[in-house]
């Protein structure tokens, strides 16, 4: 049982670049999240969704995109990378949102 | 929008001793309210769920407790040890239309001496 996983586990860019971050939970959730953590900080969400196709933004959301095609995965892409998104990037899913959130091992991403 | 504060930031303690992490909210239309543990370089694992119509919580030796009216949830670590060193974040989950979302506070960083 995998659990949530996430690829990659690192990453730099350059500002201006484009990437996708992977997350993938065989769980059958219906709620998967995306959360960022800076240096010393609580996580803030992004975005989540409660389903396939059913996607809602978070406290973050600027910069950010996501889509939610299947139940399993729910990618995050950055468009034009700026050093403000250098964070280390956190999944989740849950199966119910009032259930016990099951985390990823993260994603430290660069932006130089 | 629902704030968070945990205190304290951090805690030094020696081996044995017991402990107090406490987390307050400012929005106590909660639907209920989560303890996670993270190890450096790690993600989250969840501790203790607590739901708004509880009081308390309790997995081996810790024990949460939730007064939501008032705002306020504390995290009792019984009897340290040294593998408890962490940092410790709780997570209101809001109910109504913003049902799941979790809004976190910024943790308190836990060390444990031998």
């Known amino acids: 049982n995998a659990g949530v996983t996430q690829t990659p586990k690192f990453r730099i860019l350059k500002i201006g670049q484009s990437m996708t971050l992977q997350c993938t939970q065989d769980?059958?959730?219906?709620?998967m999240y995306w959360y960022r953590q800076d240096p010393g900080m609580g996580l803030k969400l992004i975005y989540y969704?409660?389903?396939?196709?059913?996607?809602d933004k978070g406290e973050v959301p600027n910069g950010y995109n996501v889509s939610r095609s299947t139940t399993e995965d729910f990618p995050l892409r950055l468009e034009l990378a700026a050093p403000s998104q250098t964070s280390v990037y956190f999944c989740?899913?849950?199966?119910?949102?009032?259930?016990?959130?099951?985390f990823g091992p993260g994603t430290r991403l660069t932006v130089t | 929008k629902q704030e968070v504060t945990q205190i304290p930031a951090a805690l030094s303690v020696p081996e044995g001793e017991n402990l107090v992490l406490n987390c307050s909210f400012t929005d106590s239309a909660i639907y209920n309210l989560q303890w996670f543990r993270q190890d450096p370089g790690k993600g989250l694992t969840s501790l203790l769920l607590i739901q708004s119509s509880q009081r308390e919580q309790t997995s081996g030796r810790l024990n949460a407790s939730l007064d939501k009216s008032s705002g306020r949830s504390t995290l009792y670590i019984a009897a340290s040890q040294p593998g408890d060193s962490a940092t410790y974040l709780c997570?209101?989950?809001?109910?109504?239309?913003?049902?799941?979302?979790?809004?976190f506070g910024q943790g308190t960083i836990l060390t444990v001496h031998p």
């Open positions: 969704s409660v389903g396939a196709g059913i996607t």
């Open positions: 769980m059958n959730h219906n709620y």
């Open positions: 997570a209101p989950v809001a109910g109504g239309t913003s049902y799941g979302k979790l809004t």
């Open positions: 989740a899913s849950s199966y119910d949102g009032g259930g016990e959130q099951y």
